[in-house]
């Protein structure tokens, strides 16, 4: 273990949410330490908003509300969430979220998923690269934000930053 690569408080969200825009919605803070195993992400939605139900096959996810209320659907029930609440999504599950009036604050944690970003132009185009034929076109896939494939072309939300996608087609 490098001397970087010991324990450290990141982030207090008590204090860090009421600094950020009430407006802001999305990714508000992402975990981003390099050599890290886990991803984490900060995400806010505003009132009455909502991420559609979807199922996540690759990975289990922990969510933490840090703020706000809502509830989570999927697999026929409902669950209220409240601030402090900590819910287990477990990969295969179907699941969907829905803000209260004060809108929703939470945390998710799951395991990072490696080696699905795009890694420029400039590297596609070196004349070093000898591949056959054209690579199907994943765009559509690619968050704006921060630049990485979502696993599910129907993903709401980017699984790495948080960032609102637009829907399939609707670049």
Same mark, same amino acid.
């Given at each position: 273990?490098?001397?970087?690569?010991?324990?450290?408080?990141? &982030?207090? +969200? $008590?204090?860090? %949410?009421?600094?950020?825009?009430?407006?802001?919605?999305?990714?508000? !803070?992402?975990?981003?330490?390099?050599?890290?195993?886990?991803?984490?992400?900060?995400?806010?939605?505003?009132?009455?908003?909502?991420?559609?139900?979807?199922?996540? $096959?690759?990975?289990? &996810?922990?969510?933490? %509300?840090?703020?706000? @209320?809502? +509830?989570? @659907?999927? $697999?026929?029930?409902?669950?209220?969430?409240?601030?402090?609440?900590? *819910? !287990?999504?477990?990969?295969?599950?179907?699941?969907?979220?829905?803000?209260?009036?004060?809108?929703? %604050?939470?945390?998710? &944690?799951?395991?990072?998923?490696?080696?699905?970003?795009?890694?420029?132009?400039?590297?596609?185009?070196?004349?070093?690269?000898?591949?056959?034929?054209?690579?199907?076109?994943?765009?559509?896939?690619?968050?704006?934000?921060?630049?990485?494939?979502?696993?599910?072309?129907?993903?709401?939300?980017?699984? !790495?930053?948080?960032?609102?996608? *637009?829907?399939?087609?609707?670049?």
């Amino acid at each position: 273990m490098s001397a970087q690569e010991k324990p450290r408080l990141l &982030v207090s +969200f $008590d204090q860090y %949410v009421p600094l950020v825009s009430a407006e802001r919605t999305g990714a508000l !803070w992402k975990l981003a330490e390099e050599r890290r195993q886990l991803d984490a992400n900060l995400l806010r939605l505003p009132p009455e908003g909502g991420v559609a139900e979807h199922v996540e $096959d690759s990975l289990d &996810v922990l969510l933490v %509300v840090v703020a706000g @209320d809502g +509830f989570l @659907d999927g $697999d026929d029930q409902e669950l209220a969430l409240t601030s402090g609440a900590v *819910a !287990w999504l477990p990969r295969g599950s179907r699941r969907g979220l829905r803000a209260g009036p004060q809108g929703l %604050v939470y945390l998710t &944690v799951h395991g990072r998923r490696p080696g699905m970003s795009i890694t420029g132009a400039a590297a596609l185009l070196r004349a070093d690269i000898q591949e056959g034929g054209e690579a199907a076109c994943a765009l559509d896939r690619v968050c704006p934000e921060c630049g990485k494939m979502r696993a599910e072309a129907s993903a709401p939300f980017c699984g !790495w930053c948080g960032e609102r996608l *637009a829907p399939e087609g609707g670049r």
